[in-house]
C-alpha cells in the first residue's frame, strides 16, 4: 500500500498522559499536514511541513501539542498532559503540489 | 478568515437519483477546491480537485463544479448507489497550505 499511513489507529489514555502519534506519508510528497476532526465537524489545520520545515501553525496547537518530521520523511505529534477536550480523529495528510491525500486517522480517546 | 458551509447537512435519496451537494465559501480568493468522501470513523477519500481557473471537474459518475466569484461549488452524482453513502467533505486553500473545511453533506442512498 503506497498510501499515507498513521499509526496507531486507535489510542485510549487517562487524562494528564502523554500520546504520541505517527506519520508515514507517500514516499515523493515533501508537504505533510496534520488536522484535527472532532465528531460530527470537518477537519481542522494544525500544522504544515515542507520537508523538515515546519512552516505554519494553527492557533488550535497550544504549547501542550508539538510536532516534528526528522529528515522530512515520517511525522510524529505529540501531546502533552492530555485533556478531554484533546479527544479526536488526528489526520495526516501529504501531497506533491496541491492536492492533499489523507490516511486513515488516529482516534484519540481521553478518559 | 474563510467559512465553509455545506448544505444540507443530511439527506437521503432512493437508488437511481442523482445527488446534488452544494458547498459556499465565504472569501473568493481561493487558490483551488477540493471534496472528499469521508465514511465512518475513517480518513478522507479526495475525490474531485479544481483549481481556481476551472469551471468543473469530472470524474465517472462525478462532476464538480465552481463559480468562484458568487463562493459556490457543486457536486453532482450520477445514478447514486447504496456504496455512495457516506459524508462528502468540501474544502477551499487559498494558497497557504491550510485546508478550510465545511461540516459535511451526510447522505444515504437507499436500495
Known amino acids: 500500500d503506497t498510501g499515507v499511513s498513521q499509526d496507531p489507529r486507535h489510542k485510549i489514555t487517562k487524562r494528564g498522559q502523554n500520546v504520541t502519534f505517527r506519520c508515514d506519508p507517500i514516499?515523493?510528497?515533501?508537504?505533510l499536514y496534520w488536522y484535527r476532526q472532532t465528531l460530527g465537524q470537518g477537519p481542522e489545520f494544525l500544522t504544515y511541513f515542507q520537508n523538515e520545515a515546519q512552516l505554519e501553525k494553527s492557533r488550535l496547537l497550544s504549547d501542550r501539542f508539538s510536532a516534528e518530521r526528522p529528515k522530512g520523511s515520517f511525522s510524529t505529534l505529540e501531546i502533552q498532559r492530555t485533556e478531554q477536550g484533546d479527544s479526536a480523529m488526528y489526520l495526516c495528510?501529504?501531497?506533491?503540489?496541491?492536492?492533499?491525500?489523507f490516511g486513515p486517522g488516529t482516534r484519540l480517546t481521553v478518559l | 478568515k474563510q467559512e465553509v458551509t455545506q448544505i444540507p447537512a443530511a439527506l437521503s435519496v432512493p437508488e437511481g437519483e442523482n445527488l446534488v451537494l452544494n458547498c459556499s465559501f465565504t472569501d473568493s480568493a481561493i487558490y483551488n477546491l477540493q471534496w472528499f468522501r469521508q465514511d465512518p470513523g475513517k480518513g478522507l477519500t479526495s475525490l474531485l480537485l479544481i483549481q481556481s481557473s476551472q469551471r468543473e471537474q469530472t470524474s465517472g459518475r462525478l462532476n464538480a463544479s465552481l463559480d468562484k466569484s458568487s463562493g459556490r461549488s457543486t457536486l453532482y452524482i450520477a445514478a447514486s448507489q447504496p456504496g455512495d453513502s457516506a459524508t462528502y467533505l468540501c474544502?477551499?486553500?487559498?494558497?497557504?497550505?491550510?485546508?478550510?473545511f465545511g461540516k459535511g453533506n451526510q447522505v444515504v442512498v437507499i436500495p
Open positions: 495528510a501529504s501531497g506533491a503540489s496541491d492536492e492533499q491525500f
Open positions: 514516499s515523493e510528497h515533501n508537504r
Open positions: 474544502a477551499v486553500s487559498q494558497g497557504n497550505n491550510r485546508l478550510a
